[in-house]
């Protein structure tokens, strides 16, 4: 059973155009996240919610707005992509929202290709 | 600023050697610091953590040391195996809590046989 799971795997679009992806954690976790690493690698958060309470919003453009139905689903809404938004996006769960929270359980990914 | 980075970008073993990931990070004021693995096309996955009232843990084949007086985190694999190719990342909290992880660029690590 896929403890974080996140929906498309993969998604190609043109830039300007309006995408979405979804996550789902079933580990009853009441903090979920979403990452961003681009090319080189590199993980920067963007996200964070507890129990459906943004508490963490990184400097992101607004046209990136996650949104959190109930504590086990995170989905992200990308409007008018740029060629900049390509990069492969995480979501994450942890089990409480305090500090030193102790380990992020990552889904597997979704690598999105802006043309 | 809070920054997180490692020494070496890559790292190639002989499957059976030790393996030494290492870690520099800027924030003194972080107190928890964790090591995730990266298998390719895949999320990244706890390995270790430790906080900063430890300076040494060891899990299965894995060791983290720190050294917070010169704000270095190590992990040390033993007896390398195949199976731990992958790209390393050390993590640290930033202030505010709410587990907000600071990573590392990575190290990715090549076993040969």
């Known amino acids: 059973d896929t403890a974080v799971s996140q929906t498309p795997k993969y998604l190609v679009t043109q830039m300007g155009n309006d995408k979405s992806i979804k996550c789902e954690q079933n580990?009853?976790?009441?903090?979920m996240y979403w990452y961003k690493q681009d090319s080189k690698k590199f993980l920067k958060i963007m996200f964070s919610y507890n129990n459906k309470e943004l508490i963490i919003n990184e400097t992101v453009p607004n046209r990136f707005s996650p949104k959190s139905p109930d504590k086990a689903h995170l989905n992200l809404h990308i409007n008018s992509l740029e060629l900049g938004d390509s990069a492969v996006y995480f979501c994450?769960?942890?089990?409480?929202?305090?500090?030193?929270?102790?380990?992020?359980?990552f889904g597997e990914g979704s690598r999105l290709t802006v043309l | 600023g809070e920054s997180v980075g490692l020494h070496l970008p890559t790292l190639s073993v002989q499957e059976g050697d030790n393996s030494i990931i290492n870690c520099a990070y800027s924030?003194?004021?972080?107190?928890?610091f964790i090591w995730y693995k990266q298998e390719s096309g895949k999320g990244p996955q706890f390995i270790i953590d430790i906080r900063s009232n430890m300076d040494k843990r060891q899990g299965q084949r894995v060791t983290v040391l720190l050294n917070k007086t010169v704000k270095h985190l190590s992990l040390q694999i033993a007896a390398t195996q195949p199976g731990d190719s992958a790209v390393y990342f050390c993590a640290e909290t930033a202030s505010g809590g709410y587990n907000k992880l600071i990573f590392g660029a990575g190290t990715r690590l090549a076993v040969h046989p």
């Open positions: 580990l009853g976790h009441d903090t």
């Open positions: 994450a769960s942890s089990q409480r929202g305090g500090t030193n929270t102790g380990e992020l359980f």
């Open positions: 924030n003194s004021a972080s107190d928890y």
